[in-house]
C-alpha cells in the first residue's frame, strides 16, 4: 500500500517528462495510474468485505511513535476506490478539457500530487502521518484552485481556501495531539480498540471541538462552507475531483472514522446532527438561488456534505447504512454533473443556466448523461441516489432530540434538490435554443468517457442494488458503525414514511422547478439583503483585522529604529536574567578587599575610569585615544593574571584598532548630540541596569561553580599527547582545531566583506 | 582632520621613513620566531600574523601603498588563501591514517644533533599565521587605497 | 580581585550599552570596542584570575609545576579578541560606506534611507 501511496508522487515527478513525450495525449497515459490503482484496491474487495483489515506500517519517525501505517477496511476501501476509480476519468477529463493548455504538465504534477495525497489521508492509520496528508491535500487543493494564476480572483478564492482549511488543520492538530496523549497512542486503531479506557481521563470536548474544527471547514460545514462555491474558481476537473468527489469529504471520512469513540458522547450527537442538518438546509437553499452550474452543484455538495455529516451524527444503523450509500451515490452522480458542466462552458462558452437552452440535438450524450446524473442527485427511482435519499429521510426519522429538525430540514432540501436537478438537466438541453457565445457540438470522447460511466454506474448500482452492498457498503457501514451489521440495500420498501416523504420531496421539487425562472429577481434581491449577514462578511472583516493588527504591531516593534531595538533587548535581558537571578541568588553586591593589590586596584580603576571618560567626552579623537588606553589595561590585566599569549595579542590588536580607527574614523563626521535630555535620562537609565545585571552575574558566577573545570584534561594531556608545552596554543591549533579553522574562515570573510564594500566603491567612482 | 581628502600617510619624517625600512625585516623575522616557538612558550600563530601584519603596517606608513605592494610580491588576498587553504589541508593527513578528521601528526626526526619536530599541527599554526596577516593587510591596503 | 572585576565590568558593559544606544554612528564604533573588550574580561573573571602561573609545561616536564591558570578560557578569549577585530574593521568600513551613501550620521535618519 505504501507503493500505492508513493506511487502518486513518483509519476508526478516524471510527469513534465512524460508531457513532452506525449503532449496532447497525456491525460490519457496519466489515467493508467489510477485505473491500475482502481484494480489493486478492487482485488482488495473479496478479502475486505469478508470482514478482514488489511494492516501494513512502515517505521517514519519511530522515537515519536509516528509511522507510515495503512489500514484498509471497509471504509478505506470505499474511499480509495473511489479516489482511484474517479480519478482515472478526471484525468482523461482533464487531458481534453485543457488540451493545449502551456501549464498543462503542471495541472498533472499538482493534481498527481493530491490524489497519492488523498490515498495517504484515506489509508493512514497513524494521526500524525494522516494530519501530514491532509494538509498536503489543503496545499494541492490550494494550488489547483489558483491554477488560473494570473486571475486575481483565482488567487483569492485559492487563499480563502487555504486560509479556512489550514486554520481548520490547525485545530485538528491540537486535537490529534491531545487524541495522542490521552490515548497514549497515534494509531487509529488502537485508540478506536481501547476508547473507553482512556476516555474517562481526557478532555473529549476539548478534543471533539478541535477534530470538529478541522473537519467542518475541511467538508465545508456551515459557518464555513464558504470557501466552497469560491473555490469553483479552479478549472472543471478540479472541481469534480477535489471540490466534490473528493477532497471535501476528507473531513467527512474522519469524522466517520473517529464515530466509533465519539459516537456515544452527546456533543458529538448533536454537533452533527445540527450542523450537519444546518448545512443541508444551507446548501441547498444556496443552490436554488444561484444560475451559474458551477455554483449550483457547489452548494449541492455543500447539502451533501451537510446530509453526511448529519448522518454520522445520528448514529443509528439505519443512518450508517444510509452513509455510505449516499456517499457512494453522491460520488458517481456529481463527479459527473460537474464534468457535464465543465463540458456545456468548454463547448458552449457559458455556464449560466438562464443563458443555455436547446442543446439536447447538439450535445446528445451529454444530455442523456446529464439526465441520468440528474435523476440520481434528485432521488428518483431506480437511480442509486434514490436508494441513498431513502435511506437518508428513514434515518432522519430517528434521529433522536434533533428529530424535527433533522427531518424538517431533510424534506425542504430534498425539494429544493430535486428543483435543482431538473434544472440541470433539463435547462441547458431542452426548451427553446439560445444563443451561446460559441457555437455548440459534442463534447470530445475525452470528455463523455467521465460522465457517462460514472452515471451509467449510478443507474448500474440501482438496479442491482445488491452489487454495491455486497461489494462495498457492508464493509464501510462496519466500520462506521464499529459493529458488524446485516443488512440489504433494495429500491423496493414497501409502502412506508419515508416513501411519502420521497414523494412529497419530488412533487415540491417539480413546484419549485416551475418557479425557477420567475423566481430569480426576487430571489437575487433577496439575498443581496442577506449578504451581510454571511459568514463569509465575518471572514472578509477578520482578514482584515490581522492585516491592521501586523501593521500596528510592525510600525510598534519594528520601527527601523536601532536605539529601540537594543533598548527592548536591554531591557528584556536585564528584567528576565535580572529577575531569575534575584529569585534563585539574592541581590548582593560583595567586594573582597583582601585580595587586591594596590596596583591592580590602579590599573582597575584607570580602566574604569577610561571607559565613563569615553563615554561623557565630546572630542573624538580624545575617545579613540581612551580606546588605546583601555586596551592596554586590559592586556596589563591578562599578564598580570597568568595569560601571557592573551596580553601579547591585546597590545597588538589595540595597535592595529587605532590605526584602523584612524584610517576610517577620521573621515567620518565628529561626535554629534542629537540626544534630548529625556533620551540621555532613558539610556542612562538602561546602561546603568545593564552594567548592574552583569556585575550580579559575575558575582552571581563566582559563588557557585557547579561543574568541574573541563581544562585539567587539557592541562594533562598537553605534553604527553600534544608534545606542546604552551598549553593555550595546543589547544587552539590541536585540541580545538576545528573551531580555530572555522575562525580563520569568519575573519576571512570579514575581510572579503571589507575589500568588496572598499573595491565596489571605487568601480563606481570610476564609472 | 576636517578635511577628508587629507593624506594622513605622506607626512612622516625622516627618522620614521629610515626606521621602517630597517625594522621590516626584523619584525618579520621575530614574527617568525614567535610563530616557530609558539607551541611551546608565549607566541604561536595568532601573534606571530599580528607582529608581522604590523610590521607591514608600519612600512605601508612609512612608504605608502605602492612601495609596499612592490615589496611584499603577494596580494594580501592571496596571503589569506594562503592561510586558508594551509589550515584546512593540515587536516586531511589524519583521515590517511585512518584516524578523525584533523587529528594531529607528528614526524620527529634528528637533523645533525637538532631535535626537529615536524608536525600538521605546525602546518596549521602556519595557515593562522598567514591568514591572520592577510585579513589585517587587506583591510589595511584596501582602506589606504580607498582613500588615495 | 575577581570581585573587583565584576564591578569594572559592570562600568565597562553599561558604557558601551550606553554609547550603542547614542544615534550619532561613531559613537556606535567605541560602544562596539568597549563592549568586547568587556566581553573578553567577563569570560577571563568567570573562570577565576591566577597570579603569576601561566598555563606552561616547564623544560623537561611532563605537567606543569603546582597549580596553573586555566588554559582553556585563555583559548576562547584569544580567539575573541582576533575576531572582535575582524568585525570591528568590518562594521567600521560598514559604517563609513552607509554615511558616504546616505550622507548622515544619525542613526534615526539612516532608517528612513532605505525606504
Not at chain 1, 480509495?80 to 478526471?90: D, K, N, P, R, Y
Not at chain 1, 420521497?502 to 449578504?531: H, I, N, T, Y
Amino acid at each position: 500500500m505504501l507503493y500505492a501511496v508513493l506511487s502518486g508522487f513518483v509519476v508526478a515527478a516524471l510527469v513534465p517528462w512524460l508531457h513532452w513525450l506525449f503532449r496532447s495525449h497525456i491525460g490519457w497515459v496519466l489515467a493508467v495510474l489510477p485505473a491500475s490503482l482502481t484494480v489493486y484496491f478492487a482485488s482488495m474487495i473479496p478479502a475486505v468485505s469478508g470482514g478482514e483489515i488489511i494492516f501494513q506500517q512502515w517505521a517514519w519517525f519511530p522515537g515519536m511513535d509516528i509511522h507510515l501505517g495503512f489500514t484498509l477496511d471497509g471504509l478505506s476501501l470505499l474511499f480509495a476506490l473511489l479516489i482511484s476509480f474517479i480519478g482515472t476519468f478526471v484525468m482523461i477529463y482533464a487531458g481534453g478539457y485543457l488540451k493545449g493548455h502551456p501549464a498543462l504538465g503542471r495541472f498533472f504534477v499538482v493534481m498527481l500530487s493530491f490524489m497519492a495525497s488523498m490515498l495517504g489521508l484515506v489509508l493512514s492509520d497513524n494521526l500524525i502521518a494522516l494530519f501530514v496528508f491532509w494538509e498536503l491535500t489543503s496545499i494541492t487543493s490550494y494550488l489547483l484552485i489558483g491554477f488560473n494564476h494570473d486571475n486575481e480572483d483565482a488567487r483569492k478564492c485559492a487563499l480563502q481556501g487555504l486560509f479556512v482549511s489550514v486554520i481548520g488543520g490547525f485545530f485538528l492538530l491540537v486535537g490529534m495531539m491531545l487524541l495522542g496523549i490521552y490515548g497514549g497512542t497515534y494509531s487509529i486503531a488502537e485508540l478506536l480498540t481501547d476508547s473507553g479506557d482512556w476516555m474517562s481521563a481526557a478532555p473529549v470536548a476539548l478534543i471533539i471541538i478541535c477534530v470538529l474544527g478541522g473537519t467542518f471547514t475541511k467538508s465545508a460545514q456551515f459557518p464555513f462552507h464558504f470557501w466552497l462555491p469560491n473555490a469553483m474558481a479552479a478549472p472543471t476537473p478540479v472541481s469534480a475531483y477535489l471540490h466534490s468527489a473528493t477532497m471535501v469529504k476528507a473531513g467527512v471520512y474522519l469524522m466517520a472514522r473517529l464515530n466509533p469513540a465519539f459516537g456515544e458522547e452527546m456533543l458529538w450527537t448533536l454537533a452533527l446532527t445540527g450542523f450537519g442538518a444546518v448545512t443541508m438546509f444551507v446548501g441547498a437553499w444556496l443552490s436554488y438561488t444561484h444560475t451559474d452550474a458551477k455554483k449550483v452543484l457547489a452548494y449541492s455538495t455543500v447539502m451533501a456534505l451537510g446530509t453526511l455529516t448529519m448522518l454520522i451524527g445520528i448514529g443509528t444503523h439505519y443512518a450508517m447504512i444510509a452513509f455510505s450509500a449516499f456517499l457512494l451515490g453522491h460520488s458517481l452522480y456529481k463527479g459527473a454533473l460537474f464534468m457535464i458542466a465543465g463540458a456545456i462552458d468548454h463547448e458552449a462558452g457559458t455556464k449560466d443556466l438562464s443563458r443555455l437552452g436547446g442543446l439536447r440535438k447538439l450535445m446528445p450524450w451529454t444530455a442523456a448523461a446529464a439526465l441520468v446524473a440528474a435523476l440520481s442527485l434528485a432521488g428518483v427511482p431506480p437511480l442509486f441516489g434514490f436508494i441513498g435519499k431513502e435511506l437518508m429521510l428513514e434515518a432522519a426519522l430517528s434521529a433522536g432530540p434533533l428529530q424535527a429538525l433533522a427531518l424538517t430540514l431533510a424534506v425542504v432540501s430534498a425539494m429544493l434538490t430535486a428543483a435543482i436537478a431538473a434544472v440541470i438537466a433539463l435547462k441547458p438541453f431542452y426548451g427553446p435554443r439560445l444563443d451561446t457565445p460559441k457555437k455548440p457540438h459534442e463534447a470530445p470522447l475525452s470528455m463523455l468517457a467521465g460522465p457517462v460511466v460514472l452515471a451509467a454506474v449510478s443507474l448500474l448500482f440501482g438496479l442491482v442494488p445488491g452489487l454495491p452492498e455486497t461489494m462495498l457498503v457492508t464493509a464501510a457501514v462496519t466500520a462506521v458503525a464499529g459493529v458488524p451489521l446485516d443488512f440489504y440495500l433494495s429500491l423496493w420498501h414497501g409502502f412506508n414514511l419515508p416513501l411519502l416523504l420521497s414523494a412529497v420531496g419530488l412533487s415540491g421539487g417539480a413546484l419549485l422547478f416551475f418557479w425557477w425562472d420567475r423566481s430569480r429577481e426576487p430571489l437575487r434581491r433577496l439575498m443581496d439583503r442577506l449578504d451581510r449577514f454571511a459568514p463569509e462578511t465575518g471572514y472578509f472583516k477578520a482578514l482584515d483585522g490581522i492585516v491592521w493588527l501586523c501593521d500596528w504591531q510592525t510600525r510598534l516593534l519594528q520601527n527601523g529604529k536601532m536605539g529601540n531595538y537594543m533598548i527592548v533587548l536591554v531591557m528584556t535581558t536585564v528584567v528576565v536574567v535580572g529577575y531569575t537571578l534575584a529569585a534563585q541568588h539574592g541581590i548582593r553586591f560583595t567586594l573582597d578587599w583582601q585580595d587586591i593589590n594596590f596596583y591592580e586596584m590602579a590599573i582597575v580603576a584607570l580602566l574604569m575610569v577610561t571607559a565613563v571618560f569615553a563615554t561623557t567626552t565630546r572630542s573624538r579623537l580624545g575617545a579613540v585615544a581612551t580606546m588605546g588606553v583601555l586596551g592596554f589595561m586590559v592586556a596589563l590585566i591578562f599578564i598580570l593574571f597568568s595569560a601571557p599569549d592573551l596580553g601579547i595579542t591585546q597590545v597588538l590588536v589595540e595597535t592595529l584598532t587605532v590605526i584602523l580607527l584612524v584610517l576610517v574614523l577620521f573621515r567620518l563626521p565628529g561626535f554629534a548630540r542629537y540626544s534630548t535630555l529625556f533620551e540621555i535620562f532613558r539610556d542612562g537609565f538602561v546602561a546603568v541596569s545593564f552594567g548592574l545585571l552583569m556585575t550580579m552575574l559575575v558575582l552571581a558566577t563566582l559563588d557557585a561553580r557547579m561543574f568541574e573545570p573541563i581544562s585539567s584534561y587539557f592541562i594533562e594531556a598537553a605534553y604527553p599527547e600534544a608534545l606542546g608545552r604552551n598549553i593555550v596554543n595546543v589547544i587552539l591549533v590541536d585540541f580545538r582545531s576545528l573551531d580555530t579553522l572555522g575562525e580563520l574562515f569568519v575573519l576571512g570573510i570579514a575581510a572579503l566583506g571589507v575589500y568588496s564594500m572598499l573595491k565596489l566603491r571605487a568601480e563606481k567612482l570610476n564609472d | 582632520m576636517t578635511d577628508p581628502n587629507k593624506k594622513i600617510m605622506k607626512d612622516n619624517t625622516v627618522i620614521l621613513h629610515t626606521a621602517a625600512l630597517a625594522l621590516l625585516p626584523l619584525q618579520l623575522l621575530f614574527s617568525v620566531f614567535l610563530l616557530l616557538r609558539g607551541h611551546d612558550e608565549p607566541g604561536g600563530g595568532f601573534i606571530a600574523g599580528l607582529v608581522g601584519a604590523g610590521a607591514v603596517v608600519l612600512y605601508l606608513f612609512a612608504h605608502g601603498v605602492d612601495a609596499t605592494r612592490r615589496i611584499m610580491r603577494f596580494d594580501p588576498r592571496d596571503l589569506l588563501g594562503i592561510g586558508l587553504f594551509l589550515g584546512t589541508v593540515s587536516a586531511f593527513p589524519a583521515l590517511l591514517r585512518g584516524e578523525p578528521f584533523l587529528s594531529a601528526q607528528w614526524w620527529i626526526f634528528d637533523l645533525a644533533g637538532t631535535e626537529i619536530k615536524l608536525s600538521t599541527v605546525l602546518v596549521f599554526d602556519i595557515g593562522v599565521y598567514f591568514a591572520v596577516v592577510g585579513t589585517i593587510l587587506t583591510v589595511v591596503v584596501s582602506l589606504t587605497e580607498a582613500e588615495e | 580581585m575577581e570581585t573587583l572585576m565584576a564591578y569594572a565590568i559592570g562600568v565597562l558593559f553599561g558604557c558601551a550599552v550606553y554609547m550603542m544606544l547614542r544615534r550619532s554612528i561613531v559613537k556606535l564604533v567605541i560602544g562596539l570596542i568597549i563592549l568586547s573588550n568587556a566581553a573578553n574580561l567577563l569570560i577571563f573573571a568567570v573562570s577565576g584570575m591566577t597570579r603569576g602561573a601561566p598555563p606552561l609545561i616547564p623544560e623537561g616536564l611532563q605537567l606543569p609545576e603546582g597549580a596553573v591558570a586555566d588554559p582553556l578560557p585563555q583559548a576562547l578569549v584569544l580567539t575573541a579578541i582576533v575576531i572582535a577585530f575582524g568585525v570591528l574593521a568590518f562594521s567600521v568600513v560598514l559604517i563609513h560606506r552607509a554615511f558616504e551613501v546616505v550622507e548622515t550620521d544619525d542613526l534615526d535618519q539612516m532608517k528612513d534611507t532605505d525606504t
